[in-house]
């Protein structure tokens, strides 16, 4: 199973980024796809997830309203749609799997992470 997530870079504040998470070896719609992040510092937290159909979605307070997370099954990608990017929104941000049916926001819960993009957003 390999996870392969893109798209991050440097950007100034209230600017956007879209995140990709391309996933190979495994059956894609069978699974819940999280995106996590880690700032320098930090503890690893939960940013946005999307049940199998793509039908439920859930989002972290910190970035509700500026984030949009969607999948697209017959491309085995899930994307992350990041607008008015903060300086506190800079940190490495991962895709996860998970099994469950549901919307899943603790770690615990994921099995497979991909390696990370970094996100840069200055002032």
């Known amino acids: 199973v390999q996870l392969q997530a893109s798209g991050g870079g440097v950007v100034q504040a209230r600017e956007s980024l879209r995140l990709s998470c391309a996933a190979s070896?495994?059956?894609?719609?069978?699974?819940?796809i999280g995106w996590f992040r880690q700032a320098p510092g930090k503890e690893r937290e939960f940013v946005a997830t999307?049940?199998?159909?793509?039908?439920?979605?859930v989002y972290a307070d910190s970035v509700k309203g500026r984030f949009t997370i969607s999948r697209d099954n017959a491309k085995s990608t899930a994307y992350l749609q990041m607008n008015s990017l903060k300086p506190d929104d800079t940190a490495i941000y991962y895709c996860?799997?998970?099994?469950?049916?549901?919307?899943?926001?603790?770690?615990?819960?994921?099995?497979?992470w991909g390696q990370g993009t970094l996100v840069t957003v200055s002032s």
């Open positions: 999307v049940v199998r159909s793509g039908g439920n979605t």
């Open positions: 070896g495994l059956t894609f719609r069978w699974y819940t």
């Open positions: 996860a799997t998970s099994d469950s049916f549901l919307a899943v926001r603790v770690n615990s819960a994921y099995n497979y």
